[in-house]
DNA sequence: TTAGTATTTATATGTTTGTTTGAAACGGCA
DNA sequence: TGCCGTTTCAAACAAACATATAAATACTAA
């Protein structure tokens, strides 16, 4: 009997792929990935993603215990690598000496994120749209498992900016990473606010490359404007 | 029969209010807005609404017509007004002449949102959290009748801010007012992206004024960057 | 091939969803 | 008082929901 609670299997790969489907549990993350993007963690029902799936309804409490223990599992998924990606662009940067740069800061947490939206085989911008659904619907539990493992993500970058910006206070220079990374996020994640308003925008072009040419100057305007 | 369809009934407060519970249909938006800012509008059943609100479930279909349409109704009761007032406070600041400034421009809009956040009897700052809670999930027909009745917001702005900052081309202005926008939208629903990952952040106070004080420089600062 | 495990399937349970209904209660006006 | 439009009410509806279980199948190691 598949115990429930353990995490995804790692099975080898079939030896003779006939360009066949992946895993059955990957293909579940896959689809619920999408899902939860499009749909939101509630309103997404474990019938939609099996059957867009192809797969048993029950599959999913077989491969992953619960729908709270799938999401969980999504999420992880591509919440590890960008952390990991981030924090080794950051130890990069600090390991080369010399003055902190503002911007080479910013772009230690926007290359990592740049080369998740060009990827499609790792969801693209998929995942950053889901995190700044997860950002707005709070599921408790979800937080404390972030908190707890990568709390060190923001104490790393409050000491790297902390050095770059050494003129501004604790509380300032708080409050300019918070509006930073408030744009960043939602610039990746495409969350455009005047969309609402007007129907098609300038910027709906959603070119990666694009957002970063921008967008840099913009966040590194804003952090480094004087006290 | 109570007609679906129409909007909420005008209602002449009762001559004498023994500081009584506001309207049946009042009192289902209240709660209504709250519950969709917390649970999102899926994810909140009417039969929470109902609860909470101590009316009958029927009354929600008899006063509104469907969920739908009562997510509409209490959507647009705080966003008419938002808007009229950035676009009073737009053409007053039009009207003194001079020089358009783009630190006056932001705080026009600025204002009418701070003045919002700190009124209770408006909803405070629910309203913007329900804003983006709704940028995220994408109600489609809601979608449709907020840009058919507003586009001329998005449309007076962009016109503001071609004459404060002449030197910008139009795609380069579309990008700045987009992430300009998608700061300060986020910032008064308090959408902290950090607070995923830690427990308690400094920026946690919300006290409006000091989200203003720290909010309207760094905006201005990355909308008048050098190109 | 066979034994035993891993996975998939069909089916069932009990709950909750939005919406509808017909009757009861209310409130102003004759 | 008696009427009538408005509002509230309890009950019921089918549909969709998450989850559980046992049988059926696929696969692997011996």
Redesign the interface.
Known sequence: MGNASQSVKTKKAPEIMEASKPDTATRIQDVAERLFVE??F??TSLRMITQQAEVNLAAVNYHFGSKDALFESVFMRRLAPLISGCLAELDELEQQGGKLEVEELVKTFIRPCLALSKDPSRGGALFVRL???????NHRQL?EV??QQ??V???RYSVAFHKALPELG???L??????A???M???FAG????K????S???SARDPDMIVK??V?????????PA
Chains 1, 2 share one sequence.
């Open positions: 749909h939101g509630e309103a995190l700044s659904r997860t950002l707005v619907e937080r972030i908190s990568y709390s993500f923001v104490q604790a509380e300032e708080a409050w300019r990473m918070h509006f990374f408030s744009v996020f939602n610039a969350n455009d606010v005047l609402i308003f007007v129907r925008q300038v910027v921008h967008l100057p913009f966040v590194v305007a804003g952090l480094t404007s």
